[in-house]
């Protein structure tokens, strides 16, 4: 029979434009969140965190915010480079349970 | 720091055979990762461990997968007898002060059972 495989969602933007990936959470009691930046054939590498007592964080280019009121979590990148390409994972930790989302696959077109 | 590191990178095995993967973290980091990562299931956890000692194992398939974590530096995980169906990418990873700080991963053992 046909094999299925995870639906990731996908986000196809044009190079120099800004990128907004989102992330629902599961967990009303999650302190602590980490975005993953997976690039094709290598492990996943932490781009930024932010913990429950913040709704916003900036780093270089990414920001990230967190709306605890419906659980959502969301990184905006600036000025997309095509270097960005790249599947892009929310994490929520709660304590020690830590759970990873199945990921968002972000296409820059040149 | 030279990161974690993985071997073998790719193995392609025939069933029933087993499979040994190796992992390395870095350096002063006290909890260690295994995951699995398919296009049908996405990234799993399948266990971790503090300080050498497994802590949750939940994620462990079935009791063909076995892993050990005899010193701070070295950790494996064995596949016995091995089946196609865990062809995937195994990832191992390592962090500082607990499980849900951020986490170094390696670069991955592509393993391919047929």
């Known amino acids: 029979g046909e094999s299925v495989g ?13 990128s907004i990936i989102n992330c ?21 590498q932490f781009i930024i965190d932010i913990r429950s007592n913040m709704d916003k964080r900036q780093g270089q280019r990414v920001t990230v915010l967190l709306n605890k009121t419906v659980k959502h979590l969301s990184l905006q990148i600036a000025a997309t480079q095509p270097g960005d390409s790249a599947v892009y994972f929310c994490a929520e930790n709660t304590g020690n349970q830590f759970y990873f989302g199945t990921g968002t696959s972000l296409t820059v077109i040149p | ?33 295994w995951y699995r990562q398919t296009m049908m299931r996405g990234l799993e956890l399948l266990i971790y461990f503090n300080n050498n000692v497994p802590i949750d194992d939940s994620g462990m398939p079935e009791d063909r997968f ?45 393993l391919t059972v047929t």
């Open chain 1, 6 to 18: 995870l639906h990731l969602p996908t986000l196809s933007v044009q190079e120099g434009d800004n």
């Open chain 1, 24 to 44: 629902a959470y599961s967990n009303s009691a999650s302190d602590y969140f980490i975005w993953y930046k997976q690039e094709s054939g290598k492990g996943p």
């Open chain 2, 1 to 33: 720091d030279a990161g974690v590191i993985q071997s073998p990178r790719h193995e392609v095995t025939e069933m029933g055979q087993e499979v040994t993967l190796r992992c390395k973290p870095i350096s002063g980091h006290d909890y260690l990762f």
């Open chain 2, 66 to 110: 076995s892993a050990k974590m005899p010193n701070a530096s070295f950790s494996t995980l064995k596949i016995q007898p091995s089946e196609p169906r865990d062809s995937a990418v195994y990832f191992c990873a390592s962090s500082f002060g607990g499980p849900a700080y951020e986490q170094y991963f390696g670069p991955g053992t592509r």
